[in-house]
T-cell receptor, first 116, second 115 residues
Framework: AQSVTQLGSHVSVSEGALVLLRCNYSSSVPPYLFWYVQYPNQGLQLLLKYTSAATLVKGINGFEAEFKKSETSFHLTKPSAHMSDAAEYFCAVSGNYGGATNKLIFGTGTLLAVQP | DAGVIQSPRHEVTEMGQEVTLRCKPISGHDYLFWYRQTMMRGLELLIYFNNNVPIDDSGMPEDRFSAKMPNASFSTLKIQPSEPRDSAVYFC?????????????FGQGTRLTVV
């Protein structure tokens, strides 16, 4: 079975500070990993995805994430937080089953607050 | 493309009534997912379809829930009878299995309130 664990349901940073949102995965097959962002009263929007190419993945809005197999982690970072980054962030995993299920399993989410 | 379209955006209904949520996936996508989001349980996958065929409905909470996909451009999630604990935001998402990577595109969601 696949799963992701997001450490910290709430993270607060100051504007201009580093953003670090943590995600650890569990998967019996090589995983595909995703970060999604959800703004209030909106659907989820893809930030970035890891597909077994480069381990450092760059996404939209200045976010990036690094896949570390030894740590089973896929943490999301941004060097300098902006007020507009305040949202809920979800890590997700799907399996590389080579023809079987492609369903996404989501973590419980991390609500990011950015203080002026 | 207009993206994944869900209707209605908001639904308020009385306990015991039938509720039907609708979804139009992105044209050309061959996977469709129904998720439910609540504060207590987060995002739960209810059911997903591939080429209009239900593949995994293990997340459907009870027999009161049913989902159909009669064609590639339309899906419904029905709750009959509805209960207050069904109150949640229901999301539909679709994807295209390109290079074996599932990148799901989400609709805006339907906020269901059962009173």
């Amino acid at each position: 079975a696949q799963s992701v664990t997001q450490l910290g349901s709430h993270v607060s940073v100051s504007e201009g500070a580093l953003v670090l949102l943590r995600c650890n995965y569990s998967s019996s097959v090589p995983p595909y990993l995703f970060w999604y962002v959800q703004y209030p009263n909106q659907g989820l929007q893809l930030l970035l995805k890891y597909t077994s190419a480069a381990t450092l993945v760059k996404g939209i809005n200045g976010f990036e994430a690094e896949f570390k197999k030894s740590e089973t982690s896929f943490h999301l970072t941004k060097p300098s937080a902006h007020m507009s980054d305040a949202a809920e962030y979800f890590c997700a995993v799907s399996g590389n089953y080579g023809g079987a299920t492609n369903k996404l399993i989501f973590g419980t989410g991390t609500l990011l607050a950015v203080q002026p | 493309d207009a993206g994944v379209i869900q209707s209605p955006r908001h639904e308020v209904t009385e306990m015991g009534q039938e509720v039907t949520l609708r979804c139009k996936p992105i044209s050309g996508h061959d996977y469709l997912f129904w998720y439910r989001q609540t504060m207590m349980r987060g995002l739960e996958l209810l059911i997903y379809f591939n080429n209009n065929v239900p593949i995994d409905d293990s997340g459907m909470p009870e027999d009161r829930f049913s989902a159909k996909m009669p064609n590639a451009s339309f899906s419904t999630l029905k709750i009959q009878p509805s209960e207050p604990r069904d109150s949640a935001v229901y999301f539909c998402a679709s994807s295209f299995r390109r290079d074996r990577v599932t990148e799901a595109f989400f609709g805006q969601g339907t906020r269901l309130t059962v009173v």
